[in-house]
């Protein structure tokens, strides 16, 4: 294990002593918009599981997403909101049993390794290290820590992935969106401003989208549009517009164009269930799914995940 780089992440170790009989582990998931790390103890194996499950500690930080704010800085942000957790929970490193990251950008084995690789140099070699992609933490936060299933997110970024018992996995979707995560909140928000462009300049019909949105952001014509998109593209920056969008749909049928009613994105206006709609027609074609919202969040998930995985390396080692 080695010492942070910029030394002080880790300072509050100094001052707790080191934890003789509380292991605990670290659930993280990191999209886009937000990353959260759970600090959990471990639980002795009970079916079911302890409702509420025991939370010590949790930690917010920002983009964790190496895609969108780059490799140095999605790092940082990992670390920290680890770092945070434990301060928190009044742990330190040397009590953790497993770390399970699951990180949106994670989409290769090349992905795992690089992010496994530098955990190592983190947390001690006692540590089970385990890194999977934000949709899997998703998943298993709703079925509380198995992989089976399929799971449908549609956030700033969307994606669909799911896993057979017998351990198969498949996925569609998030390639982010220079590649296409239609129907999702970047997506959706994306083409609304361009719709108002298109308005702006005589390509497209006049609809309630362009006030909406430039009162929301404070902009006195379209034109100020290009400066303001430009100035930080951030995908979760833009996604942000969606509740304005959902509302302008629900308000003005001429606002509607095709993505608006892609998918389950964000529960934007309780008035307006997408997501009872896409399970609809999910269910058309596969009356065999159960849809299921989730009770707990991802880094939850995430948790429980490194959970089952420690707990069946810890039988089988036995």
Same mark, same amino acid.
């Given at each position: 294990?080695?010492?942070?780089?910029?030394?002080?992440?880790?300072?509050?170790?100094?001052?707790?002593?080191?934890?003789?009989?509380?292991?605990?582990?670290?659930?993280?998931?990191?999209?886009?918009?937000?990353?959260?790390?759970?600090?959990?103890?471990? !639980?002795?194996?009970?079916? +079911?599981?302890?409702?509420? *499950?025991? #939370?010590?500690?949790? =930690? /917010? %930080?920002?983009?964790?997403?190496?895609?969108?704010?780059?490799?140095?800085?999605?790092?940082?942000?990992?670390?920290?909101?680890?770092?945070?957790?434990?301060?928190?929970?009044?742990?330190?490193?040397?009590?953790?049993?497993?770390?399970?990251?699951?990180?949106?950008?994670?989409?290769?084995?090349?992905?795992?390794?690089?992010?496994?690789?530098? !955990?190592?140099?983190?947390? +001690?070699?006692?540590?089970? *290290?385990? #890194?999977?992609?934000? =949709? /899997? %933490?998703?998943?298993?936060?709703?079925?509380?820590?198995?992989?089976?299933?399929?799971?449908?997110?549609?956030?700033?970024?969307?994606?669909?992935?799911?896993?057979?018992?017998?351990?198969?996995?498949?996925?569609?979707?998030?390639?982010?969106?220079?590649?296409?995560?239609?129907?999702?909140?970047?997506?959706?928000?994306?083409?609304?401003?361009?719709?108002?462009?298109?308005?702006?300049?005589?390509?497209?019909?006049?609809?309630?989208?362009?006030?909406?949105?430039?009162?929301?952001?404070?902009?006195?014509?379209?034109?100020?549009?290009?400066?303001?998109?430009?100035?930080?593209?951030?995908?979760?920056?833009?996604?942000?517009?969606?509740?304005?969008?959902?509302?302008?749909?629900?308000?003005?049928?001429?606002?509607?164009?095709?993505?608006?009613?892609?998918?389950?994105?964000?529960?934007?206006?309780?008035?307006?269930?997408?997501?009872?709609?896409?399970?609809?027609?999910?269910?058309?074609?596969?009356?065999?799914?159960?849809?299921?919202?989730?009770?707990?969040?991802?880094?939850?998930?995430?948790?429980?995940?490194?959970?089952?995985?420690?707990?069946?390396?810890?039988?089988?080692?036995?």
């Amino acid at each position: 294990m080695k010492r942070y780089r910029n030394g002080e992440i880790w300072d509050f170790e100094h001052e707790i002593a080191v934890p003789g009989d509380r292991p605990v582990i670290l659930g993280l998931d990191g999209g886009t918009t937000s990353t959260v790390c759970i600090c959990m103890p471990v !639980l002795p194996v009970s079916n +079911p599981l302890p409702d509420p *499950l025991p #939370v010590l500690a949790r =930690a /917010v %930080a920002g983009c964790s997403n190496h895609n969108s704010v780059g490799e140095t800085a999605a790092r940082e942000t990992l670390e920290q909101v680890m770092a945070d957790a434990l301060s928190k929970s009044g742990s330190n490193r040397s009590a953790v049993q497993a770390v399970c990251l699951a990180v949106s950008g994670v989409n290769h084995p090349t992905d795992e390794q690089r992010i496994l690789n530098w !955990l190592r140099d983190i947390f +001690p070699s006692h540590v089970k *290290l385990y #890194v999977q992609n934000d =949709a /899997v %933490a998703a998943l298993a936060s709703g079925t509380m820590g198995k992989l089976h299933g399929c799971v449908l997110i549609a956030g700033t970024g969307t994606i669909a992935y799911g896993f057979t018992e017998d351990g198969r996995e498949a996925r569609a979707a998030g390639a982010g969106p220079i590649l296409g995560d239609w129907g999702s909140g970047y997506g959706i928000a994306a083409q609304a401003l361009t719709a108002v462009v298109r308005a702006h300049d005589g390509r497209g019909p006049e609809t309630s989208l362009t006030r909406s949105i430039l009162r929301t952001l404070g902009l006195r014509s379209p034109d100020e549009l290009i400066g303001w998109t430009y100035a930080d593209p951030s995908w979760a920056r833009i996604a942000a517009l969606v509740p304005v969008i959902v509302s302008c749909a629900e308000e003005d049928g001429n606002a509607s164009f095709p993505l608006v009613m892609v998918g389950g994105v964000l529960e934007a206006n309780k008035r307006w269930d997408i997501g009872k709609q896409v399970v609809s027609c999910i269910s058309r074609d596969y009356p065999g799914a159960l849809p299921i919202r989730p009770k707990v969040e991802p880094a939850v998930g995430a948790a429980l995940l490194g959970w089952n995985f420690f707990m069946k390396e810890t039988y089988k080692e036995a």
